[in-house]
Nanobody, 116 residues
Framework: QVQLVESGGGLVQPGGSLRLSCAASGSIGRFNSIAWYRQAPGKQREWVATLTTSGLTNYAGSVKGRFTISRDSAKATVYLQMNSLKPEDTAVYYC??????????WGQGTQVTVSS
């Protein structure tokens, strides 16, 4: 059973930064990719960023240039560094792990609130 635990969320002022962590139970190398998603109140969950096993990254247009996804394989942890945060970044952030031939695994989410 795969477990993903997100942490690092909180309240931050506009223009501030946060780093989210997603700690996996076991090696993250067994997944094709790890991704971050977010869901704001009253909205559908949306994709934010992806990091593949080979190290390729991809970002949603709304966060490109501000967010960075990275990993520490030794710690089985994926990070989302979020800079220049905006109120519209307020959401619950989820990490997901995508195996080659089965459904993805999801964490429980961590709340990010950007407000003055």
């Amino acid at each position: 059973q795969v477990q993903l635990v997100e942490s690092g969320g909180g309240l931050v002022q506009p223009g501030g930064s946060l780093r989210l962590s997603c700690a996996a139970s076991g090696s993250i190398g067994r997944f094709n990719s790890i991704a971050w998603y977010r869901q704001a109140p009253g909205k559908q969950r949306e994709w934010v960023a992806t990091l593949t096993t080979s190290g390729l990254t991809n970002y949603a247009g709304s966060v490109k240039g501000r967010f960075t996804i990275s990993r520490d394989s030794a710690k089985a942890t994926v990070y989302l560094q979020m800079n220049s945060l905006k109120p519209e970044d307020t959401a619950v952030y989820y990490c997901s792990a995508w195996p080659a031939a089965s459904n993805p695994y999801w964490g429980q989410g961590t709340q990010v609130t950007v407000s003055s």
